[in-house]
């Protein structure tokens, strides 16, 4: 089973700043990699995929980067409604499995 | 527009099996993809559980595996998850969605507490 980690756990950042989340691999997922977003009480939705696709309806300021074993998402400039929880996600194996997440909070 | 609703008791006797259904409108099962679950204990991460495809093949999280089974009803325009002998630690909120071409989760339904108590 592949291992994601997510750092950091938490990230506070003031509206209008840069947020960059990483993602690791316990070993390679080539860029089969996707980022959630996913606010309380709702169902997770999908960002990115193939490490660096924005979704359908996904703002530019949301961009992912990275393969092999490590990635980011980087989103430009935080709006109100980006604070939430992000994980990444490696369908490159099965089982597919999650990252533990990231919470970014308001500073 | 491609919706999913998942449906189920919300309140599970340990040792007991729980089941949910997840049903699909906008989109024919048949055509296509794997159709999955996925749960999230309170407070906690994103767990996949299993996914199945329309002919019915499938696969499992190797972790709950001996516990879980996942079927498809075509004909329903469903698909439905057994998870047996639960405990407490299977308290969460489940799940349903579709894996799309990329085998990422695309959509997803709002997803069902199910709590397990006594």
């Known amino acids: 089973e592949i291992v994601m980690m997510q750092s950091p756990a938490t990230l506070s950042v003031s509206p209008g700043e840069r947020a960059t989340l990483s993602c690791r691999a316990s070993?390679?997922?080539?860029?089969?990699l996707a980022w959630y977003q996913q606010k309380p009480g709702q169902a997770p939705r999908l960002l990115i995929y193939?490490?660096?696709t924005r979704a359908t309806g996904i703002p530019a300021r949301f961009s992912g980067s990275g393969s092999g074993t490590e990635f980011t998402l980087t989103i430009s400039s935080l709006q109100s409604e980006d604070f939430a929880v992000y994980y990444c996600q490696q369908y490159n194996n099965w089982p597919l499995t999650f990252g533990g997440g990231t919470k970014v909070e308001i500073k | 527009q491609v919706q999913l609703q998942e449906s189920g008791p919300g309140l599970v006797k340990p040792s007991e099996t729980l089941s949910l259904t997840c049903a699909v409108s906008?989109?024919?099962?048949?055509?296509?993809?794997?159709w999955g679950w996925i749960r999230q204990p309170p407070g906690k991460g994103l767990e996949w559980i299993g996914s199945?495809?329309?002919?019915?093949?499938?696969y499992y999280n190797p972790s709950l595996k001996s516990r879980v089974t996942i079927s498809v009803d075509t004909s329903k325009n469903q698909f439905s998850l057994k998870l047996s002998s639960v405990t407490a630690a299977d308290t969460a909120v489940y799940y349903c969605?579709?894996?799309?071409?990329?085998?990422?989760?695309?959509?997803w339904g709002q997803g069902t507490l199910v709590t397990v108590s006594s």
């Open positions: 193939g490490a660096s």
């Open positions: 199945i495809y329309h002919s019915g093949s499938t």
């Open positions: 969605a579709r894996l799309g071409i990329v085998v990422v989760f695309d959509y």
């Open positions: 070993q390679s997922v080539s860029s089969n």
């Open positions: 906008g989109y024919s099962i048949s055509s296509g993809y794997y």
